[in-house]
């Protein structure tokens, strides 16, 4: 019989435990509440900013399977009516929006089709949404439409549609190459699907086909990782972006962690994750790509951009369709209603289906573009001094001289530029910019 009644041993401190790292928006999501939704209505009745683009994401909430480390809101049980009538909702919602003085008369800079899995739609149903879109706000001077991919949808037909309404940038949802890795995880594909659906891609002449990877998946081994890199650069695409496995709240894997009592997530700690991106970045880079954020790798950067990225990261308005999808409108922050029954019954009430909103300063709004630009690895202080007036390197002295210290980053020539160790783990440097209120918040 044991009979030690000592505490458990804490986990280590680079241990995967359950939660947010990913810094995706300012103020944390924890702030915006239902209570300032009032605030959205004032932000789209109200001129729009000069100079400042408009970007539409349409989220589409369907999935073959549900991933064990999904956290987004997606349903894997709605038949072809149910997903019609979801996707005439957005368009009722998009009339609407777009009678709205912010949005009037202008077109959209960037399109985004997110989800979910935008390719579960049929090449019909896919055709016949982007025609209402375009009637209703024309994306012919779209530099940027992208559309997100899981690999065993795409078959001949459906790529053709997807060509056809004008996407320029595809991103494949591959995360890993090994069948047993795909499987564990939940992945509703396999290999095979995913060499398939990339030659189909390639021969439809897209002119950005981007690759998503995930370092430190369930069951991940050195050895696979390093075959992933391997395969990705043999496939040569445009671009490739990586994220290192987290586990959210409400995920799939973290219900079993509690089930069992465990704090510790089953996947890699954070220093291999590290350590593996920082070796496909470096293999990336010995095959011609140049690395442009804590996540991208691009083979021409003159030619391959992530406009939605950047133009969000800069202050654009964003509106955001479907259920459970954000947007940013004139310094307001709002979120959709989270389920599909209430977001559907307030759209056919001629309700917007407010669930939470977030009025931004111009403190907050500047901090906001600042971490999320660190992100790319460098900062311009030019450009906070132009629209905000404020030197960065001044107004964040303390928190800069003690990431230089640490050897994260530089100031010269006035940029901030991380070095390579800070880009790798750049979400966890960001906290030390936050105002003081929102440094306690659980990033949810």
Known sequence: MNNDTSPPTPPAKSSTLAGNYFV????????????QRFEVDLALNSEPVPGAKLGVYHHIPFCRKRCHFCYFRVYTDKNAKDIQTYLDATITELKSLA??????????????????????LSAKQLAELTDKMKAVLPWDKAEEVAFECEPGTLNPGKLTAIKDIGVTRLSLGIENFDDHILE????????????????????????????????GMLEETEANWQRNIEQTIALRPDSVTIYQMEVPYNTTIYKEMKAEGKLVA???????????????????ESAGYSIVS????????????????????SGADLLGLGVA?????????????????????AVNAGEMPLKRAFRTSPEELMIREFILQMKLGRVQLGYF????????????????EHLSAEGLLQVTGGELRLTRDGLLCVDTLLHEFFLQQHRTSQIV
Do not use: C
Not at 326 to 336: C, D
Not at 390 to 400: G, K, N, T, W, Y
């Open 24 to 35: 995706s928006n300012y103020p944390p999501f924890s702030f915006w509440s239902e209570e």
């Open 99 to 120: 009678e709205r003085p912010l949005i009037n008369g202008r077109k959209p800079h960037f399109v985004y089709f997110g989800g979910g899995t935008p390719s579960y």
């Open 184 to 215: 564990i995880n939940g992945r509703a594909h396999r290999s095979g699907e995913v060499f398939t659906a990339y030659k189909r891609a390639r021969a439809e002449k897209f002119a950005q086909i981007n690759i998503d990877l995930i370092a």
């Open 266 to 284: 089953p996947v890699a700690d954070w220093m291999t994750k590290r350590r593996w991106v920082k070796e496909a970045f470096a293999a990336l």
């Open 294 to 313: 804590g996540y991208t790798a691009v083979l021409d950067p003159k030619r391959t951009k992530f406009v939605y990225r950047d133009e969000l990261w």
């Open 325 to 345: 999808s954000f947007s940013h409108a004139a310094g307001v922050h709002y979120q959709n209603l989270t389920e599909i029954e209430p977001y559907l019954a």
């Open 385 to 400: 001094v132009e629209k905000f007036g404020v030197d960065i390197a001044r107004r964040f002295a303390s928190q800069l």
